[in-house]
């Protein structure tokens, strides 16, 4: 039997709620996690289309990138399709999570993924989002454990973004960690009788930052022009919106930023982008863009959908380590509500 909750802390191992940008309402949205959970579906969207196809599977919980209750709800009827299905999944005990910017802040989250698609190279943040402390746990570990310790914190914590730094001698080990996930890592540590509770905890100087957003560059540079083929053709879309300055100048430097990035262009100049990549971009923001030389690439919001697929990758490999018995769909619905004509 899987629990909602022990699911959930799971995920959010990899993609905790603390990183998602002010007001971001994450977490769960709609009905509980204090169930048992068979079936998990991974959307986009929340939309009827999707309510239907989670009913369909037998649906326990679905996981979303984009919150379905974004603003106050002002009336909750079944007459109105758009919270029709609020009902509907309250009705079927389905339950909804949501993960925002904190999986486009992530290290190895969406922003990444967009950029291992598009070959952008020596990737920093667009800009940075949370400047965190780091502490040190030290443990009496034989050094004969050692090995084994290491082989199962990597596998457990390896999510925290790679921002665990091990060190060791013979009779010790010392973690360096985010301060937050102090007591995380403490309480595995005991649990899985590695340790006692009896370790040493010291604050560092050091520090980790995150951020939304990336910055990059290209192998070979190349055109406007021979840049957006390249996009339109790794999203497999049929069409896009470009902001020209130039069509045939030459781009090496990109910044990118998944969803509606349009507010964040200042940052990719001050980056010295050459082209700006994101969706939903406004008529007088295309403006601005062009009279500070950004040229700009909308592929449109649904790209994120990218989301989807790699995150049932991830979670097939976590239920394959805590020996889940529970089946990780993706959804198949089409979400995107345009078309190009």
Not at 148 to 176: C, N, P, V
Not at 288 to 311: K, N, S, V, W, Y
Not at 317 to 330: A, S
Request: hydrophobic share 40%.
């Amino acid at each position: 039997m899987v629990l909602g909750t022990t699911f959930m802390q799971r995920f959010e191992e990899y993609c905790p709620q603390w990183l998602a940008e002010e007001r971001d309402p994450v977490g769960l949205q709609i009905g509980t996690l204090h169930k048992e959970i068979k079936r998990v579906m991974m959307t986009l969207d929340v939309r009827p289309e999707v309510i239907a196809e989670a009913i369909a599977k037998k649906v326990d919980l679905v996981i979303a990138k984009h919150p379905p209750i974004f603003r106050a709800i002002q009336t909750l009827t079944a007459d109105d399709p758009q919270t029709k299905m609020y009902l509907d999944l309250a009705k079927h005990d389905i339950a909804v999570y949501a993960a925002h910017t904190n999986m486009d802040i992530i290290d190895d989250g969406l922003n990444d993924w967009f950029c291992e698609d598009l070959e952008i190279l020596n990737t920093r943040y667009l800009t940075e989002t949370h400047r965190l402390s780091r502490s040190l746990i030290t443990c009496h570990i034989p050094i004969v454990q050692q090995a084994h310790l290491i082989a199962k914190l990597t596998t457990r914590f390896y999510d925290l973004a790679g921002k665990i730094q091990i060190s060791q001698d013979e009779h010790f080990m010392t973690l360096l960690v985010l301060t937050n996930q102090v007591s995380t890592i403490v309480n595995w540590l005991v649990k899985e009788e590695i340790c006692s509770e009896q370790v040493d905890i010291k604050e560092s100087t050091d520090e980790v930052t995150f951020g939304i957003g990336r910055v990059g560059t290209l192998a070979t540079p190349k055109t406007l022009t021979e840049f957006s083929t390249q996009v339109k053709e790794a999203f497999d879309l049929d069409g896009l919106r470009i902001v020209p300055v130039c069509p045939e100048r030459m781009i090496e430097t990109v910044a990118i930023c998944g969803g509606s990035g349009g507010s964040l262009y200042p940052k990719a100049v001050a980056a010295k982008a050459d082209v700006y990549i994101t969706g939903d971009i406004y008529y007088h923001t295309a403006h601005d863009m062009q009279a500070h030389g950004l040229a700009a690439i909308d592929p449109g919001h649904h790209i994120e959908e990218r989301c989807i697929l790699t995150f049932v990758e991830k979670m097939v490999e976590w239920k394959q380590v805590e020996g889940w018995d529970l089946e990780i769909i993706g959804s198949t619905t089409n979400t995107n509500p345009f078309y190009f004509n």
